[in-house]
């Protein structure tokens, strides 16, 4: 069980204990999409689905889900990020709505988790506004771009 980071000797779970880490600043950058028919598209940028302003109210939802991303991943460590940015790209030609989430820190464990979090939140929180008119939407393409920081550096 030694090459398991989150086990310990006996065959336990545990947080993997960064103590010892050194502090550097940490960032990571995510993304995603969502795919929608045209009406739904068009409902979304012409701020007419009857919930309110779609992609305002998934960009509070990705910021707050990046700060409890330890509330809902397992032995994910608690951390005092320093920024988070949720941004969208709508494509008109293909009904969809890309998501990119950076998230930064000074710490001892990197913000993978959290960036790819935020993308996950928002995307969900754009389909449960609009699921009313169009329960076929697509959540998609959701992956890491990049990290910085820590023992393993650029990637």
């Known amino acids: 069980m030694k090459d398991f980071t989150h086990i310990d000797d006996k065959g336990r779970v545990r947080m993997v204990d960064v103590t010892h880490k050194d502090t550097t600043e940490r960032t990571a950058l995510a993304e995603g999409k969502i795919s929608m028919t045209p009406d739904t598209f068009e409902k979304i940028y012409n701020q007419s689905i009857k919930k309110g302003n ?5 960009r509070i ?9 330890s509330d809902l991943i397992p032995m994910c460590h ?8 949720v941004d969208f790209f709508p494509d008109k030609q293909k ?6 989430a950076s998230v930064r820190l000074k710490g001892q464990t990197g913000v993978e988790m959290e960036a790819l979090t935020a993308v996950c939140a ?3 929180t754009i389909y449960d506004m609009c699921k009313s008119y169009d ?3 697509i959540i998609s393409d959701i992956k890491l771009l990049k ?7 650029t990637w």
Request: overall charge positive.
């Open 54 to 58: 779609v992609l305002e109210t998934a």
């Open 61 to 69: 939802a990705g910021i707050m889900a990046a700060k409890k991303t």
């Open 78 to 85: 608690p951390l005092n990020i320093t920024h988070v940015a």
């Open 95 to 100: 009904n969809a709505i890309g998501i990119q």
């Open 122 to 124: 928002a995307a969900l």
């Open 135 to 137: 329960k076929a939407m």
């Open 147 to 153: 990290k910085t920081g820590g023992k393993s550096g």
